[in-house]
């Protein structure tokens, strides 16, 4: 299963940004989709993630300002990032596991930049 994420740029403090993430293959179910971000020279950590049906989980530092959304019909995930802060600058990652031919996967997205200048 391949993800293919697009969407990021650079903006000033204070914009908006989506990215969007779909997912192809063949024969799959998706059961959890979400959004990493890794900053140069820190760890790659969780920003948004949410499981079939469930209620979405975010980071402490994007709470309020970022809405993770999926479109179930076409193997999506969206992250609307709204009030961006030059901090939220990284490299995002989509994320998504689950099952193909009866058999577990997960699989990332190729990254994309996202640069908030101040």
């Known amino acids: 299963v391949q993800l293919q994420a697009s969407g990021g740029g650079l903006v000033q403090a204070g914009w908006s940004l989506r990215l969007s993430c779909a997912a192809s293959?063949?024969?799959?179910?998706?059961?959890?989709m979400g959004w990493y971000r890794q900053a140069p020279g820190k760890q790659r950590d969780l920003v948004a993630i949410?499981?079939?049906?469930?209620?979405?989980n975010y980071a402490d530092s994007v709470k309020g300002r970022f809405t993770i959304s999926r479109d179930y019909a076409g193997n999506t995930v969206s992250l609307q990032m709204n009030l961006l802060k030059p901090e939220d600058t990284a490299v995002y990652y989509c994320?998504?596991?689950?099952?193909?031919?009866?058999?577990?996967?997960?699989?990332w997205g190729q990254g994309t930049q996202v640069t908030v200048s101040s």
């Open positions: 994320y998504g596991e689950g099952d193909t031919e009866n058999r577990p996967f997960t699989s």
């Open positions: 293959g063949f024969m799959f179910t998706i059961h959890r």
């Open positions: 949410v499981r079939n049906g469930g209620t979405p």
